[in-house]
């Protein structure tokens, strides 16, 4: 035998996930290739002296799992030490935040910024109790006089501070905000110190940047937490100038110099695909087109970390009420577009004009959109675009696609676009939007039966940091509709079989990212990314997926992760 396999796995259940979803029971990998995949005699000839044999005994073997939408650097400085975790369940009230931020300010030189990470007014018992009840200036002066404080919340979309920060950054009563952003203010008309969407730019612009090392730091601790998930594929959604105002600039072109060198210094275990970001939460077309010009980048190595194409944000989120819906929440208003323009005519022809500027310049589209108003606006624009402009295979995608509608994925399965869901924040939300738009609503967001009937193409992503990328939780959220806090089942005729919800998590992932064809599903010929469950996933109960163990994982044919030997 001229080259024998460096791993050989038997007796386990192999799947595959090609076309027909075939369970083989053994599979070589050579050279960071899959070599064959089959019964124990297809791969026993390829078994050498220095061949890493590894009996299954009955575990699940499946492709790499590939988090389609997960913001790697935003995740990684999202908790301790670079900020504190103020998510579900490390605080469930306001007054946890409080003694949080009191401990930090006991270990902080005055004058210094504290920040924090992952609160949601659904878990916070003040805010339960009251749903008009929402986080305030208030809650924190008392623990923080001398200390600039900033919270993000789980969802990205909101950031609350103390008086302390809005003094050093300017804001009061007579500050306007951004176009598509909101200041919260109090009866007073002062601010309470919430901010949504675009406004948070005012507070980000007034941080400290990341350093370099923070950024390399942050990576480094998200691929080290994704190689233990078995993850070894993922979607960075939007890195460039319109991040330097997200998160103190996590999102922004510094980071992607980071990816960059993590690259050339061999510490990527996993594969990153990157969306450019032109601009932020609010732009103008004119803005936007005027960046897009100046954007470039290519990766030494397009299958270790490749540029796909870009971002937009459309809307806003449903617990926000910035979402563009058809129908008014509850208690009222509709939310829009988040771009620039007084009237919804006008937004929805800037919303226009940047899709069709990104994809005549040949990039594909990731536009980041909740509400089935703006959905319609965005599938539309889309379609109007490849008209005006055909292109071949552009795999233009809407990023979240909440409330997708019959008409949105008619549009999107006639011309071949797709739509990247998020079964973990569905578990994460789904009681809480019932208070803003009504059970039937709520129960019907992320429609991935409807979609997958529409023929859609559906890839499954995380958002982290907005939720913990745990694929395993979002394969059960998918089969079983059912909610975080309180089990409740959420649109039972939404559900997709366990074959279904993989795809989403692997080869309809690789699709999205242009490499269907070499990564994605466990076939000869395919690079060997490869996840170890220790259990046999195909006849486990859903509700115990998640507490399957990942025990082995593997990246190009290196094992990145192995707990057989630990």
């Not at 670079?82 to 949080?100: M, N, R």
């Amino acid at each position: 035998m001229d080259t024998y396999a460096d791993l050989v796995f038997l007796g386990g259940r192999v799947v595959t996930v090609d076309a027909r979803f075939t369970v083989a029971s053994a599979l070589a990998v050579t050279g960071g290739t899959i070599s064959a995949v089959g019964r124990r005699e297809d791969v026993a000839p390829l078994v050498g002296p220095g061949t890493r044999v590894i009996d299954l005994r009955g575990a699940t073997l499946l492709p790499g799992v590939n988090d389609s939408h997960l913001h790697g650097c935003a995740f990684g400085m999202a908790g301790p030490p670079l900020s504190l975790d103020l998510g579900h369940p490390a605080v469930s009230s306001l007054a946890d935040v409080a003694a949080a931020v009191r401990q930090a300010v006991a270990r902080t030189p005055d004058g210094q910024w504290i920040t924090g990470h992952g609160w949601d007014t659904g878990y916070l018992a003040e805010c339960v109790t009251d749903p008009s009840r929402q986080p305030s200036r208030h809650d924190l002066d008392t623990v923080s006089r001398d200390h600039p404080v900033v919270l993000y919340s789980f969802s990205g979309h909101a950031t609350w501070v103390n008086s302390k920060a809005l003094e050093l950054i300017g804001i009061d009563r007579s500050t306007v905000a951004p176009p598509g952003g909101a200041l919260v203010t109090d009866d007073a008309g002062e601010p309470t110190g919430l901010l949504h969407e675009g406004a948070q730019a005012l507070v980000q612009n007034a941080l400290p940047p990341l350093s370099r090392q923070e950024r390399t730091d942050a990576i480094r601790s998200t691929l080290a937490t994704l190689a233990r998930l078995g993850v070894t594929s993922y979607t960075e959604p939007g890195l460039g100038p319109g991040g330097d105002g997200i998160m103190r600039g996590a999102l922004g072109a510094q980071t992607l110099d980071v990816y960059h060198q993590l690259l050339a210094d061999g510490e990527l275990t996993a594969r990153v695909g990157v969306l450019l970001l032109p601009t932020g939460m609010t732009s103008t077309a004119e803005e936007f087109a005027r960046t897009l010009t100046a954007l470039g980048g290519t990766a030494a190595d397009p299958r270790r970390l490749a540029i796909h194409g870009v971002k937009i944000f459309a809307d806003g989120i449903v617990p926000n009420k910035t979402a563009w819906m058809h129908e008014p929440y509850v208690g009222g208003g509709s939310g829009s577009l988040c771009v620039g323009g007084g009237t919804h005519a006008e937004r929805i022809t800037e919303i226009d004009a940047m899709i069709r500027h990104a994809h005549v310049a040949g990039h594909q589209l990731g536009v980041h959109v909740t509400g089935d108003r703006a959905i319609d606006t965005v599938a539309d624009a889309f379609a109007a675009a490849m008209a005006e402009h055909p292109r071949p295979d552009a795999r233009h995608y809407l990023i979240h696609g909440d409330f997708l509608t019959p008409h949105s994925m008619k549009v999107l399965a006639a011309h071949g676009f797709g739509v990247n869901m998020n079964p973990t924040i569905k578990w994460t939300v789904a009681d809480l939007e019932e208070d803003f738009v009504g059970s039937g609503r709520a129960a019907y967001a992320w429609p991935y039966r409807d979609a997958l009937d529409a023929g859609v193409r559906v890839a499954s992503g995380s958002d982290a940091p907005v939720t913990h990328p745990d694929w395993r939780q979002g394969i059960a959220t998918m089969m079983l509709r059912e909610s975080k806090a309180t089990g409740r089942v959420s649109g039972p005729e939404q559900r997709i079989g366990l074959a279904e919800a993989v795809r989403t998590y692997t080869i309809d992932a690789a699709w999205q990212d242009f490499a269907d064809d070499w990564k994605g599903s466990l076939e000869p010929g395919k690079v060997a990314d490869l996840c170890v469950l220790d259990g046999d996933l195909l006849t486990t109960d859903p509700h115990d997926i998640p507490d399957l163990p990942v025990v082995l994982t593997v990246m190009d044919g290196q094992v990145v992760h192995d707990a057989l030997r630990d």
